[in-house]
């Protein structure tokens, strides 16, 4: 009769049956807990990243919105054409432009003319413009 010596590949046997115990099943349930667990774990955290990406980009691309909207209302006040041809000019004190749809995006901007109080500082003239893209918005003020 041959004998095997223990080694870490034994499987430990009970006495009453002389058959295998189910250590094997218990490890293998436990190593793909475990790896079930560092997979929900990972995926988890690349879904938030993936998120968080995506709304700085909207970010952004809501400032660029907002910033084509100065560039627009600067435009506007300086090169137009006179009163009657273009949107507004230098004598138009109050105007507004938009929502101006660009690509997925929009921009508002209202000017406001020096000496109204809740716009900006009493002796200048200011544009305010507000982009929005994909749910972002950001704003940006010009005084001149």
Same mark, same amino acid.
């Given at each position: 009769m041959i004998k095997y010596q223990y080694s870490i590949f034994h499987i430990p046997y009970s006495r009453a049956s002389r058959k295998p115990t189910g250590y094997a099943l218990l490890l293998t349930i436990m190593v793909m807990s475990t790896m079930l667990v560092i997979g929900l774990t990972i995926t988890g955290i690349v879904l938030t990243q993936a998120r968080l990406s995506t709304r700085v980009f909207? &970010? !952004?691309? &809501?400032? &660029? !919105?907002?910033?084509?909207?100065?560039?627009?209302?600067?435009?506007e006040d300086f090169m137009a054409p006179p009163v009657g041809l273009g949107i507004w000019g230098p004598t138009v004190p109050n105007a507004t432009i938009g929502p101006e749809i660009v690509g997925?995006?929009?921009?508002?901007?209202?000017?406001?003319? &020096?000496?109204?109080?809740?716009c900006g500082p009493p002796d200048a003239t200011t544009l305010r413009s507000i982009g929005t893209y994909g749910g972002a918005q950001r704003s940006v003020e010009v005084s001149y």
């Open positions: 909207n &970010a !952004m691309k &809501a400032l &660029a !919105m907002a910033d084509s909207g100065i560039e627009r209302g600067l435009y997925n995006g929009s921009y508002t901007v209202e000017k406001c003319p &020096a000496g109204v109080s809740p």
